[in-house]
């Protein structure tokens, strides 16, 4: 795939999907699973516990006006970050948010899903 001057993606990008692909690479959900059906878990996962209120899909606003789209909220973190925020329950300073706790494999499967989104962009 080439890319011209103005589809460059920046550097820090470039890093933090390398370093998220190496995650997924050595996630342990990734050997019980193959690569589809864990981007496939993570979706289901998104839009049972996030989907009310944050948008899931690679476009479109979210539900709730104020809730960002989950993929703007994976790019706001480095992936070793946004791991352990969704390990030990993402806390927001709104107040109906619920605070959730995702196993390790359910936390593979939504960077498995928000990664793929990621690079298709």
Known sequence: ?????????????????????????????????????????????????????????????SPLAKAPPMRDIYARFAPRELQAELREGMVSKHRAMPQIDFSDEDVDAILAYLYALAIRK
């Open 1 to 61: 795939m080439s890319v011209g001057p103005k589809q460059m993606i920046p550097r820090s990008s470039r890093l933090r999907f390398l370093i998220a692909g190496l995650l997924l690479c050595s996630a342990g959900g990734a050997d019980a699973a193959g690569p589809g059906q864990l981007r496939s878990q993570g979706k289901v996962i998104l839009e049972k516990n996030c989907g009310r209120c944050h948008a899931i899909e690679a476009v479109g606003a």
